[in-house]
């Protein structure tokens, strides 16, 4: 059974860092993708970043320059360091990964396996 389990959420002042973590277990990272999506109340959830088996990354177009993500194979965690916080990126954020991908997909549709969320609160 794949289990996804996210931490590091928090409230930050703009301008701050958080770095999220997602420790899966019963997943390895052979052929499929993961991922950062981000849901904020009332709004659509948002491909914030992917990553394939590779370690090619992809990420949204508000974020890049700001967040990375990565992933420790040794460790089963997934990353998203988010530097240069902007109120805008106050959101629950879920990790997600897939069984296979080509290369790295932020469509939520690709992804079978998904975390309950870490809350990410930015003030102005």
């Known amino acids: 059974q794949v289990r996804l389990v996210e931490s590091g959420g928090g409230s930050v002042q703009a301008g701050g860092s958080l770095r999220l973590s997602c420790v899966f277990s019963?997943?390895?990272?052979?052929?499929?993708?993961m991922g950062w999506f981000r849901q904020a109340p009332g709004k659509e959830r948002d491909g914030v970043a992917s990553i394939d088996s590779a370690s090619r990354t992809d990420y949204f177009d508000s974020v890049k320059g700001r967040f990375t993500i990565s992933k420790d194979k040794a460790k089963n965690t997934l990353y998203l360091q988010m530097n240069s916080l902007k109120p805008e990126d106050t959101a629950m954020y879920y990790c997600?990964?897939?069984?296979?991908?080509?290369?790295?997909?932020?469509?939520?549709?690709?992804?079978?396996?998904w975390g309950q969320g870490t809350q990410v609160t930015v003030s102005s």
């Open positions: 997600a990964a897939s069984d296979f991908c080509f290369n790295p997909r932020r469509d939520s549709n690709d992804y079978k396996y």
């Open positions: 019963g997943y390895t990272v052979r052929s499929g993708c």
